[in-house]
């Protein structure tokens, strides 16, 4: 299941972020980017996203499902841990929408450049996992 962050942004226009310990998020000590087999950790794959950690800003909440699986933002979630802090701001969706992908390779999911600017992520969102 995937979602269009797009869409997980316009559901958090009327929501106000609140600050999230880092150790309640659970994919830190997951193999978050390397759990679909469709990427391996190698030194060039870890250099991307350690570019993209560093082309982040966490002035942008993240988005996490409403029990707080990192929806959107991982990128950012690692920057914070990074930088040694202990919260995060996040967006907690009141519920689940439903996925805009199904049964959807991740290399086939759609990005789109001014979404990763603008949010400091690709337009994808697979981090919700159960």
């Known amino acids: 299941m995937a979602w269009d962050v797009g869409n997980l942004i316009q559901l958090t226009k009327d929501l106000s972020a ?17 759990e679909s087999g469709s990427d391996e ?3 060039r ?10 082309e982040t800003d966490l002035a942008y909440p993240i988005i996490i ?3 707080g699986r990192v929806m959107d933002g991982m ?21 689940l929408p439903p996925p805009d992908f199904v049964g959807v ?13 603008q949010a ?5 969102c697979d981090g919700f996992r159960r």
């Open 18 to 34: 609140e600050w999230t310990s880092l150790s309640s998020i659970r994919e830190l000590d997951e193999p978050y980017w390397y």
């Open 41 to 43: 950790p190698t030194c």
């Open 45 to 54: 794959s870890i250099a991307e996203h350690i570019r993209l950690i560093n």
């Open 65 to 67: 499902c409403p029990v």
């Open 75 to 95: 990128h950012r979630v690692v920057k914070a841990l990074v930088e040694g802090k202990g919260q995060i701001q996040a967006y907690r969706l009141p519920q």
């Open 105 to 117: 390779n991740p290399d086939a999911l759609p990005y789109d450049d001014s979404m990763i600017h």
């Open 120 to 124: 400091g992520t690709a337009q994808r």
